[in-house]
């Protein structure tokens, strides 16, 4: 699977893109802990003490958010695309 | 219209090669550092029995002839100056450039692929304006029941007030694919409403600087009720829903908006 990362997390982990080789069974969260291992840096950014996602920060799978699926537990296939980023600034 | 701007030795000659391989409208600007205006009026035109035309005039500047020739030209070439986000190629030294994108450098003018070069121009972030949306709106079916169109323009703010450490420039980075997706859908829940024929948006991507435009809406409505109502539902959700990412500098420092304001 492949990360995405934008803003303030892209120039923490120093990459914006990631490929990570993933379990057949793996899940949003296990593809999140393979990211924070790279990059513990970026845990202070995006979780809360209790190891859950801060309310800000938004993770995608192919263009949606894993609030509308099932969260960190939604399973995941090798050629999908996870997005990380902090709260949209445009305009 | 697409953008492309070659600097340096033997530009010009690099620009009609690739203007030579473009299907549709191009305009070729070329810089010169001298001033050649003789004319004692402010603008010349010689028009020649056939409708081509030249001219001088005074006092424009690139932003404005870019401005005038998008809504007419799908591509202009620049020769010898570039700007903020226009792809460029630099032949020679690179330090001459202090705008522009570059996409290229090269040592000489024989060294660039004309056709090469012609075929990528659509790969870049197109040069789009008011106007050109404007444009692209009237031209919609539906346009002959619309008695109103509303727009928003979104700029860089220099100052929020009198105290304030003056911004220089923001610098945005979207979500490709995301970005355009979600704008797209907003654009279309938006037009579906009663009495709306067409909703466009374009958010520009990269460094902008003071006084720049960063984003428009466009909404061509049957009146000025839904006109307005729905530019306004527009631009709030593009800024709530579509994932662009802002960095502005100050005279006193550099930092993400979304640090700011949560």
Redesign the interface.
């Known amino acids: 699977m492949q990360w995405?990362l934008?803003?303030?997390l892209a120039e923490i982990a120093g990459e914006r893109t990631i490929s990570l080789a993933i379990d057949s069974d793996a899940t949003v969260g296990d593809a999140l802990d393979a990211l924070l291992e790279r990059h513990p840096s970026l845990s202070d950014e995006v979780l809360v003490a209790d190891g859950e996602l801060h309310d800000?920060i938004?993770l995608?799978i192919n263009?949606t958010n894993i609030h509308s699926l099932s969260g960190l537990e939604t399973s995941i296939e090798p050629d999908d695309e996870l997005?990380l980023?902090?709260?949209?600034?445009?305009? | 219209m697409h953008t492309l701007s070659v600097i340096g030795p033997g530009s010009i000659d690099v620009i009609d090669a690739v203007a030579d391989r473009l299907d549709g409208r191009v305009a070729v600007i070329e810089w010169s550092s001298d001033s050649e205006n003789t004319a004692v009026e402010d603008t010349r035109y010689l028009v020649h029995a056939d409708g081509t035309w030249s001219g001088q005039g005074e006092k424009t500047t690139l932003d404005r002839l870019l401005d005038q020739l998008s809504t007419t030209h799908e591509y202009a070439l620049l020769s010898g100056t570039t700007r903020a986000r226009v792809p460029t190629i630099v032949i020679g030294d690179k330090t001459a450039i202090e705008s522009g994108t570059v996409i290229e450098t090269v040592p000489d003018a024989d060294s660039v692929d004309s056709s090469a070069v012609a075929e990528s121009i659509k790969e870049y972030e197109p040069y789009i304006t008011l106007a050109t949306l404007i444009e692209q709106v009237k031209a919609t079916p539906g346009a002959e029941r619309s008695g109103a169109i509303a727009t928003f323009t979104g700029r860089v703010r220099a100052k929020d007030s009198d105290d304030d450490s003056p911004t220089e420039s923001l610098t945005f980075e979207k979500y490709d694919g995301v970005a355009e997706a979600r704008m797209e859908k907003i654009e279309s829940e938006l037009a579906a409403r009663e009495g709306v024929f067409s909703v466009t948006m374009h958010h520009r991507v990269g460094r902008i600087e003071d006084g720049e435009d960063i984003v428009f809406v466009v909404v061509l409505a049957g009146h000025r009720t839904e006109a307005f109502r729905t530019v306004e539902d527009g631009i709030n959700r593009l800024k709530d829903e579509v994932p662009i990412f802002k960095k502005e500098v100050t005279t006193d420092e550099e930092f993400w908006v979304h640090d700011r304001s949560s």
């Open positions: 995405k934008f803003a303030n800000h938004n995608l263009g997005a980023f902090p709260p949209v600034s445009g305009g």
